[in-house]
């Protein structure tokens, strides 16, 4: 069974511009979601997508955006980087179901400059 | 907006002594799971209640869930240093909410 692997593991941007970070899901699992995590919080739910659509979104502009694809890998774009937004962004998988259960992988350390 | 407050934020402790973590709420939540991360790496989770009351025990580890499913505790008996980590709750709201609402967590160190 293979886990919940991102790309990058770190990544430096310039303030203003863009980013994509990639998600594959563990094996079975359709459902992904994505996380920012500040230092000294816990993660702060981004959106999540089921079957290719946005299924769920908390509160983060709209720059911030996503893709699911038909092998239930998934992208995060942000546009115009933001200062704040230098994080840990986590990526979680989890069976339709369960969406209370979901899998972790290490994240990508995003730093703004 | 559901909230999950978790305390003592920090909690360090000696080998072998007890502990109990904290999550709260003035929601109801349909299940309700702990997670603990390690720095540099995301949450694994650890365990997940669903019905008031419930009770588990995983090793040295048990969860408790409230009766009204607005909070849980975690207890750790004769903590040892590989317990040290962040531990984190997490629920998902009821009512059919697709959304994973995490604490702040707490930060435990054992110490040998």
């Known amino acids: 069974e293979t886990g919940v692997t991102q790309s990058p593991t770190h990544l430096i941007k310039t303030r203003g511009q863009q980013v994509t970070l990639r998600c594959s899901s563990q094996s079975g699992h359709n459902t992904v979601s994505w996380y920012q995590q500040a230092l000294g919080q816990g993660p702060q739910f981004i959106f999540q997508?089921?079957?290719?659509?946005?299924?769920g979104r908390g509160n983060f502009p709209p720059r911030f955006s996503g893709l699911q694809f038909p092998n239930y890998s998934s992208e995060l774009n942000v546009n115009a980087l933001e200062l704040d937004d230098s994080a840990l962004y986590l990526c979680?998988?989890?069976?339709?179901?369960?969406?209370?259960?979901?899998?972790f992988g290490p994240g990508t350390r995003l730093t703004v400059t | 907006t559901q909230l999950l407050e978790q305390s003592p934020q920090f909690l360090s402790i000696q080998e072998g002594e007890n502990l109990t973590v904290y999550c709260n709420s003035s929601?109801?939540?349909?299940?309700l799971q702990w997670y603990r991360q390690e720095p540099g790496e995301g949450p694994v989770l650890l365990v997940t209640v669903v019905t008031g009351g419930e009770v588990k025990k995983l090793k040295r580890l048990t969860f408790q869930f409230g009766d009204a499913r607005k909070d849980s505790s975690l207890h750790i008996t004769a903590a040892q240093p590989g317990d040290t980590g962040l531990y984190l709750c997490a629920g998902v709201a009821q009512g059919g909410s697709e959304k994973l609402v995490f604490g702040k967590g707490t930060k435990l160190t054992v110490n040998p």
């Open positions: 929601s109801v939540f349909s299940s």
């Open positions: 997508y089921y079957r290719e659509e946005e299924n």
């Open positions: 979680a998988s989890s069976a339709r179901d369960r969406v209370g259960e979901q899998y």
